[in-house]
């Protein structure tokens, strides 16, 4: 039979595990209102649509996803560059670049994604999301004219190591297209509370 104070002992323990997973939940939670760019990455804007239309619900991670992101959002706010966190807005989309390193010729978009399996190549998600940014950011500072890269730098949480990706973004007008397309269909559906069409060719 276990003592007094061995049950005690593991009810704290419990309680402590449950505290610090919802302490966890809490700090991932985000106001955000509008299109952010992470909505747009996928082809697919009827999961576009439903991510913003069902923003406010729960997080439903298991405890190991929720720990990861933890990390990650941690990781997040430390600062690397002079433009740390650097906002961006293109009509109605917005988003928040995490690091950028830019000299008198060119601009280099960072994005930080934490991961337990670094991929040999960066996901297509990530890259739609950089491309994107970089556009932003450049039309909004009205630097089009620069050199344009953006990189992508997967944290191995279980590791403890870093990977950085780095790509030239030569077609600029086409990510611009490709964007201005994906609000001119989401945006009206959005107002009009109508599930959007998808954009695959399949559909």
């Known amino acids: 039979m276990k003592s007094l104070s061995i049950n005690k002992l593991e009810q704290l323990k419990n309680n402590i595990y449950i505290k610090h997973i919802s302490s966890m939940v809490d700090d991932l939670k985000e106001e955000r209102i509008g299109i952010h760019i992470s909505d747009l990455v996928h082809k697919c804007l009827r999961q576009a649509y439903l991510r913003i239309i069902n ?3 729960q997080i439903n991670d298991n405890e190991q996803e929720i720990t990861t992101k933890w990390i990650g959002k941690k990781l997040h706010q430390q600062q690397l560059t002079d433009k740390h966190e650097f906002k961006v807005e293109y009509r109605e989309v917005k988003g928040s670049v995490d690091e950028i390193l830019e000299t008198d010729y060119d601009i280099c978009i960072i994005d930080r994604k934490t991961t337990r399996n670094v991929p040999l190549s960066p996901y297509e998600a990530h890259t739609e999301q950089e491309k994107y940014y970089t556009f932003m950011y450049a ?5 089009l004219y620069k050199k344009l ?14 990977t950085i990706y780095v790509y030239p973004l030569d077609n600029i007008m086409e990510v611009k297209k490709e964007l201005d397309d994906k609000i001119n269909i989401l945006e009206p559906s959005l107002k009009s509370k109508i599930i959007p069409p998808s954009l695959r060719s399949n559909e």
């Open 139 to 143: 039309f909004q500072e009205k630097k």
């Open 149 to 162: 890269f953006y990189s992508t730098i997967y944290l191995d949480v279980s590791g403890c190591k870093a």
């Open 55 to 57: 923003r406010d619900r």
